[in-house]
């Protein structure tokens, strides 16, 4: 097990700025007490990496990478470094380890040693790999394939201990940058897209192989290659590469292998989904059923493409990792959710199975689709004056158009506005004039005919004030309909997640907000993935809009809830209905991202004591 004090730095690794310690002590379940104890043993344990100051405490990145190098080059790393070193050691020799050798080796008594190994038999139960002992040798048995995983998992356990940097974690393996510039350029070249995203964990692989081949150990042919042959383009790629950039020549069903890997988790090819009518249908129901526009060709495709690859993972059980997976969804719940939903569909479907991660692939897919056809809906009208003169005026409009948002909508007028825009006399939002009125009035914007950076940046403020007056307004207006007195419990009584639910369920049976069917639809969206998108912030709801009016009931309790692996504080059940729903998304939306921030959350708690509480902090908290 990790040192507790390590549990801190992890968090503070996530941030790149300080934290305070009440937010520490949220997140770590403790005292801030105990959060400045945590520090000091950090600290204590090797070079000083935890600054701590006004403001709360903050990693030192430097520091840390300093003494992690350090720990993973020493022989005595403690017991956990210890423990991997050893595990390394029975990978790597086929006629096992002399315990007494080893144990001399590892500057530790012959008992530690023994202890050690109890430990490692624990490890190993699934893994398919086993110990065998023969008076004092020791050997590890098993298929090839499993040894490479556990050496993959060690060197991951690696990086959760504080070392991050992959050169770093690969101290003990051939170096793999040139492999991976090489890779992505002939990826590029036989037209297949890279997954950088995914791609680090596929070098470790191709390290570890690199690492085992050229230690006489080798795949057997028949050792993962459950997902079909991988294309001769990618086997011939890897076969190039490996000779040029470590010397090595990988026999045919490690080629295999490797392509296999690159051409299911980092890269997709370009052409001839399989899957394309599956897709198709799917987005279409979406589309129908979330009122969005995915419909596309090219994404399709390129979605299709994507599935294709997930199916050979899922197939093999051997996922890609997605380090934006958590960010995904704390920021994107409502994207994050379309995956969820386009993940049952598939295993429905073609009986894929998705986690988490591959779900985050999924979504930001989707993500960048709506990001390319999403309208924001607030449309300003700007009525600019400017006497004509030659091709001054065109100028002007020109320079404006350039330096201003898509959803603006320019209006060409002549005459100096006498009250405001109301005085232009074409239903403007906004004025911009060459020549100032006689007298200043609000709403009016005077710019130079051939206009500055400083004409267009005011102009640009001045639409910013107006977009934000508007949605002021909608959301005080929003709020009070969507989130009414009954629909607001202080304190849950150690419910847990699923009674919580119906608690807050109940509140909007009772409304007359939703059915039996939509409450039973909320509960199994929380089985396939929860809805708890921060530390705090749970936002449980169903993936169709069924509901009779779109609606927010929310509970909010001191002492933590159990939700899955996270402790919340906020649970905020969402009803989704189609009719108002444009005007609800950017309700929902702006309560997302205000509560991403934990100290939102916990100025939540604090204040919404009981429903004109509630109100009151949401107003300020979520306005723009």
Known sequence: ?????????????DHDDWVTAARLADRLGVTTRTVRTYAA?????????VDSGPDGYRLDRAAWARRARRTADAADAGPEGRRARLIRDLVDAPDGLDVFDAAERLHVSESTLESDLGRVRARLRGTGLALEREGSVVRLRGPETAMRRLVGALVREEGRRGIRDLATLRAGFPPVEGF????????????????????????????????????????????GTAAGSPADALVTLVDELVRDEFDVHLPPAELAHLARLI?????????????????RGIVGRISQEWLVDLGDDEFLERLALHVDNLAARAAEQS????????????????????????AAELGRLEGITVNDDEIAYLAMHLGAALERTRSRGDAVRVAVVAPEYHDARDLLLERLRAGLDDDVELLVGG??????????????????????????QPGVVTVAPFPTADDVERVRQELARIRRGRRRARLASTLTR?????LFVRGVGGRGREEVIRLLGDRLLAAGVIDDAYLEGVLERERMSSTAFTDLLAVPHAMTMTAERSAIAIAIDERPIAWGEADVHVVALIAFAESGRAEFQAVFDQFVEAFSDPENVRRLVRGAVDYPGLLAELSVLMAP
């Open 263 to 279: 051409g299911t988790r980092a890269a997709t090819r370009r052409d001839g989904p399989a899957r394309i009518d599956v897709i």
């Open 41 to 49: 043993q950090a600290n204590a344990a090797g070079e000083p990496v």
């Open 180 to 223: 991976r510039r090489g890779l992505l350029d002939g990826l590029r070249a036989a037209g297949w897209a890279p997954n950088e995203y995914a791609l680090d964990d596929v070098l470790l692989h191709v390290a570890i192989a690199v690492d085992r081949v050229s230690h006489d150990r080798t795949l057997e042919r028949d050792e």
């Open 1 to 13: 097990m990790p040192e507790k004090w390590e549990r801190l730095v992890e968090v503070l690794a």
């Open 482 to 486: 969507t989130i009414g007195p009954d």
């Open 415 to 440: 005459a100096v506005p006498l009250e405001g825009p109301a005085a232009s006399g074409d239903d403007a939002d906004l004025v911009v004039s060459v020549l100032p009125p006689r007298v200043p």
């Open 319 to 342: 996922y890609s990792r997605n380090p934006l997976t958590a960010s995904i969804k704390a920021a994107y719940p409502l994207i994050y959710d379309l995956a969820v939903y386009l």
